[in-house]
């Protein structure tokens, strides 16, 4: 079992930064890979960014050029920043824990979410 612990969400006004820290621990050998994922109200859940275990990263267009998920493998922790924050990246943001496969691919594993909204 792996478990996830997300902080860091908030109120934050359109252009604003923030930063969600995911702590991961259980059995770990389990996944490769961790990503964030978020659902805004009326919509599906999306994949935002997936990082690999060895460093490859991905970004959904919505996200490229404004977030950043890096991992700090010492800490077991992901982190996403978040900079030029828009109205429309309001969701609430879950911490995956999955496997890198052409890409990011999810397993069963989440955190309990964290609120970022976006307003002025």
């Known amino acids: 079992q792996v478990r996830l612990v997300e902080s860091g969400g908030g109120l934050v006004q359109p252009g604003g930064s923030l930063r969600l820290s995911c702590g991961a621990s259980?059995?770990?050998?389990?996944?490769?890979?961790m990503g964030w994922y978020r659902r805004a109200p009326g919509k599906q859940r999306e994949l935002v960014a997936g990082i690999s275990f060895g460093g490859v990263t991905s970004y959904a267009d919505s996200v490229k050029g404004r977030f950043t998920i890096s991992r700090d493998s010492a800490e077991n922790t992901v982190t996403l920043q978040m900079n030029n924050l828009r109205p429309d990246d309001t969701a609430i943001y879950y911490c995956?824990?999955?496997?890198?496969?052409?890409?990011?691919?999810?397993?069963?594993?989440w955190g309990q979410g964290t609120q970022v909204t976006v307003s002025s």
């Open positions: 995956n824990g999955g496997y890198w496969s052409r890409g990011y691919q999810p397993y069963d594993y």
């Open positions: 259980g059995t770990l050998f389990s996944i490769n890979a």
